[in-house]
């Protein structure tokens, strides 16, 4: 199956491959019919039994959370993985995918300024340091995995490039 995340807009500074962020605080008080809520900017990237990583890359410890429904274009209602205690998070907060896969798939613009470099962590940087490991040019493709096995995770994978430069991003499961 192809998990495609669609068109990711580079930031200048590492950012995760297959990330989002909070579009509305999200609160840790009771959950609203055995759910909390996550609101994103569109639900089109997610399905029901995704994993996700709320505070991503940040100091404070994360909340993973499961997506149990999807009841319209920008709200998740998640459960708390293991129904661990979960943090208040402020709106703009890092969310990752967090699913199995077998190869990550990343194709670069041919309109980009720059080089996007792959990297397995957040101290990837644009021009190529910390954990950069690959690099993608303008209309370059970084295909990499086992393609048999679902032996990575998509919060695995991060990248860095120019500010405004966007590459298509997908995942294949197995």
Known sequence: MIRSWGQVTLTGSAQPLFGDVLTAAFSNLAP???FYTVKVASTTRYQVGDR???GFGG??????????QIPNSTTLYCTSEGNAPVSNWVINTQIVLDIACATYIAQSRVANAGVIWLGSDSTVTNV???SAFW??????????GVPQWNCLRTSELWIAGTTSDACGAAAIVV
Do not use: C, E, R
């Open 32 to 34: 609203t019919n055995g």
């Open 128 to 130: 190529g340091g910390g």
């Open 52 to 54: 996700i990583i709320l």
């Open 135 to 144: 690099q993608v040019t303008q209309s370059g493709l970084a295909p990499f």
């Open 59 to 68: 100091a404070s410890p994360t909340n993973v959370l499961l997506i149990g």
